[in-house]
Each structure stands twice: as C-alpha cells, then as structure tokens.
C-alpha cells in the first residue's frame, strides 16, 4: 500500500479503480452463477468415490481442502449421472461419503455443491465492491477535469 502512495494522484486513482472494478465483477459473477444453479439445478446427493487433496500450489505449506468426484442421484430419482466432479474444494472430507449436490441436467459432469443461500455473500461484497469503484471514477472525473482546466492556456488581457 505504502508504494501505491507514491504514485501520482491520477495513476494511483485509475489503478485503484481498475482492480476494485475487476475484483467487484469476479465476486459478482461468481455469486451469480451459484445463485443461477440453486434456482435452476437439479438437487441431489453426490456419493463420493474418490477425494484427493487440493492445494492452491506450491507455496502452500498446507492443505487446502479436498477435490471430490463421485456419482449423482437426484432426490426425485430423475437425474442419475455417473461421474461429476464437485465444482470447488470441499473443506472437510464428508464423513458419510456423500455431499449435497446439484446438476445442470443428465449430461453434466460436473456437480455445484448445495450451499442452500451461499452465492449471496461473495454476490453482495461484490456488488458494494462495484459501488466503491464507481464512486472512485467520480474522483478520476475530477482529476482529468483539473488536469484539463490547468492545461488550457489563459488569454491575456487585451489593453
């Protein structure tokens, strides 16, 4: 943070304005998409057959969760489909071998756990994130319109 204050006002201004309004539409997006798959999924189990350890790379000193695959069976029996990997890292591995799930449909591999209401937090924060940006554009404005009112040269008075 120290180093962003050594830039001028307007860089400093544009780049904070660039990362808040690509880090606000990442949330954004990304609580959009599970709340898409809450409303419109299929719900159902996933029995897992298969964890492995998911790390974030190689400097992590410790394990971040687990990587599930496994087989899918809707709770109304209309939807069977052998062999989803669960989108995400599961934080602890289930103990009874099954997760809640939901699919697209017969033909998806890959199956979004159930948070039952999780896409609302990283959706809200995103959105407020955005919001702070926009505010943010308000002081560029304001910087380029003084950058613009200083540029131009005053005539002289004619005597």
Not at 3 to 14: F, H, Q, V
Not at 53 to 76: H, K, M, V
Not at 126 to 132: A, E, Q, R
């Amino acid at each position: 943070m120290f180093l962003l204050r050594l830039l001028p006002p307007l860089p400093r201004e544009i780049s904070l304005g660039l990362v808040g309004f690509v880090f606000g539409l990442f949330l954004t997006v990304h609580g959009v998409q599970q709340a898409y798959a809450e409303a419109t999924g299929v719900r159902g189990t996933v029995t897992v057959a298969d964890c492995t350890p998911a790390t974030g790379g190689l400097s992590d000193l410790w394990q971040d969760g687990w990587a599930c695959e496994g087989s899918f069976a809707a709770t109304d029996r209309t939807v069977s489909v052998s062999g989803v990997t669960v989108d995400g890292v599961v934080d602890a591995r289930p103990a009874d071998g099954t997760l809640p799930a939901l699919v697209d449909g017969p033909g998806d591999h890959t199956a979004t756990r159930d948070g039952s209401g999780s896409w609302k937090i990283p959706t809200l924060t995103g959105v407020v994130i955005l919001g702070f940006t926009a505010w943010r554009v308000r002081t560029v404005r304001n910087l380029l319109r003084e950058r613009r009112r200083r540029a131009v040269p005053t005539a002289a008075p004619a005597v």
